[in-house]
């Protein structure tokens, strides 16, 4: 049985990507495994928030866990900030990482352009934090989406680092795990970005729990090109790759399926099928995600949640300042 982290910021509304990149295999790995999912409320305090939207953020998020099928009895769901080890041991990551490398990372760099004159810290000691969610549960593997390559890197670095520096096996290794193809889902108006939460566009990004016609209007207005032939190349077509990526994705096939599906149609027909798509598998999630969110059982399920991380984080990190003489 393996252990596996992973985590995602209540930062704003859950995407698509996130569903298909993300959520979608923390479900498919619970029945195998030892499972930890956490709503990363310290990563998303990089950047400020409004202390009421992040509340209600944190809440809908651990919703939209279970709506997704993650089952509390097969997995520990919980809220970062109730663990105070993450932070604890994500200060000693932070001890351990150098400066130039955590100023190498795209996201550091992507996000920090956005940010002026004013950087802030966080920003740039985000990773040594992560490397501490995840290897405070000895974790195996992380199911990530392929933005976060760069980030699993680092962590094993530091955790490569540590044990060699103490010359104990204090942590486990972990491994990346992309699931079906790696997705990565591009914005609807920017193809060639990644689609994210935290884009100010509301048209370039699907939600989870977004409403049918909002979803067939966003597919609509997709950016594509001039040819009018469904064919997949990344390089020269990448809205219509993407919006390939995604049907092939909701509904389990691969992009050469797809172009052989709609070979002859034009990109009208084909929006169609993509929005009608998208729509049928998220309609589940918002039935149960309706069900769940002003229900009681949430917060005892994240209570629960917390007690059995603790549980995990505090042996790793007892075993962490121990060796290091803290
Ligand atoms: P966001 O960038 O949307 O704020 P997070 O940084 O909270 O998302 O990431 C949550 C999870 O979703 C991570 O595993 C990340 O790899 C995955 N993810 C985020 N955006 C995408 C995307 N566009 N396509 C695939 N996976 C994604
Ligand atoms: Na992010």
Redesign the pocket.
């Known amino acids: 049985m393996a252990v596996i982290f ?1 985590g ?2 209540p ?2 509304n859950l ?1 698509l ?2 569903y ?3 959520l979608r295999n923390f479900t498919k790995m619970q029945e195998q495994n030892e499972c930890y999912y956490c709503v990363v409320n310290q990563h998303a305090i990089t950047v400020h928030q409004d202390p009421a939207l992040l509340h209600r953020r944190t809440r809908e998020l651990a919703a939209i866990y279970l709506a997704a099928g993650l089952d509390p009895e097969k997995a520990a769901l919980f809220v970062q900030s109730e663990v105070p080890q993450h932070a604890q041991l994500g200060w000693i990551m932070t001890t351990l990482s150098y400066v130039g490398e955590l100023e190498r990372m795209t996201q550091y760099k992507d996000k920090a352009a956005k940010q002026g004159d004013s950087i802030p810290a966080g920003l740039l000691t985000y990773p040594p934090l992560m490397a501490a969610d995840i290897l405070l549960y000895q974790t195996n593997f992380v199911p ?5 390559k760069q980030h699993l890197e680092i962590t094993r670095d530091l955790a490569q680092r540590f044990n060699r520096l103490y010359q104990e096996e204090v942590f486990t290794i972990p491994e990346i795990y992309l699931g079906q193809g790696g ?4 914005s609807l108006q920017e193809p060639t970005k ?5 884009d100010d566009n509301t048209m370039a990004t699907i939600y989870v729990l977004d409403a049918p016609k909002d979803i067939e209007k966003k597919i609509k207005r997709a950016q594509t090109d001039s040819e009018n032939s469904v064919h997949y190349d990344a390089e020269t077509k990448p809205g219509i790759a993407n919006l390939m990526d995604i049907y092939a994705a909701v509904t389990d096939t691969d992009h050469a399926a797809v172009e052989r599906e709609f070979s002859g149609q034009g990109y009208g027909q084909f929006k169609k099928s993509v929005a009608a798509a998208v729509i049928a598998a998220l309609e589940p999630i918002q039935k149960r995600y309706a069900e769940l969110i002003d229900n009681p059982v949430l917060d005892a399920i994240l209570d629960q949640g917390a007690v059995k991380a603790r549980e995990t984080a505090s042996r790793t990190y007892d075993k962490v300042v121990q060796v290091m003489g803290l």
């Open positions: 992973s995602i910021q930062s704003g995407t990507g996130n298909l990149g993300a990530v989406g392929d933005d976060q997705t990565r889902v591009m990644k689609m994210s939460k935290s």
